[in-house]
């Protein structure tokens, strides 16, 4: 049985890497640990460009030396979203009425947001079902947002897909349980720990490695 695994990286990020120092990522070995019994297709992976920005300049350039090593695994791909930003006032909590308002006192912050991975996702999801690309389907994600995809794959294209939940303190989405045909619940740190590329790598471009912050 042969299976393609679509990873949210901004999900997984957050989920499980961020404020550990296990960013170095290999994601074909943590796929094998996942899935021991399963031939892996292909890889996708869905995530968008980060700006720099004063309090972490250096964001661009780790970024792109991750991408750079994913690129070495020959049989994932990387389909970008993108960011915009802009300014918007906001309430701010605790929420505040000065002299008497009827309205809270709102302040003015920069919304970041990311758009277009979970599209991505869905549509190569669903094009790939019906092109026949793969027996099963795993979907790294915990977000709700992708469960009308999952559910046209499972439902209308008789596919079986897994979700697996990459957030170590929330439970697994019950909407995406709900339309999946089998859950795996949370990844175990120690799969996260052991799916790390080697120190340095090489490419057609030369060798290159680990952003030091992540030591």
Request: hydrophobic share 35%; with cysteine; charged share 20%.
């Amino acid at each position: 049985m042969s299976a393609n695994v679509y990873i949210d990286g901004f999900n997984l990020y957050y989920g499980s890497l961020r404020g550990t120092s296990y960013k170095w990522l290999d994601l074909s070995l943590l796929c094998q640990y996942l899935l021991p019994d399963v031939c892996i297709h292909r890889i996708r992976y869905f995530t968008a460009r980060v700006s720099p920005s004063p309090h972490d300049p250096g964001a661009t350039t780790r970024q792109n030396t991750y991408l750079r090593a994913l690129r070495t695994l020959p049989n994932l791909t990387i389909h970008l979203g993108h960011f915009v930003r802009w300014p918007r006032l906001m309430p701010q909590f605790p929420l505040a009425y000065p002299n008497g308002a009827s309205l809270p006192q709102a302040v003015q912050v920069q919304k970041t947001e990311e758009k277009g991975s979970d599209v991505n996702l869905g549509v190569y999801l669903v094009r790939d079902c019906f092109m026949r690309d793969f027996d099963e389907a795993v979907v790294v994600s915990n977000d709700s947002d992708l469960c009308e995809a999952v559910r046209i794959v499972v439902q209308d294209g008789g596919c079986h897909v897994t979700t697996v939940n990459p957030h170590r303190r929330n439970r697994a989405s019950r909407e995406l349980m709900a339309v999946s045909t089998s859950t795996i619940h949370r990844i175990n740190p120690s799969v996260i720990r052991r799916s790390q590329f080697p120190e340095q790598l090489k490419d057609a471009v030369g060798t290159f490695h680990r952003p030091a912050s992540w030591a």
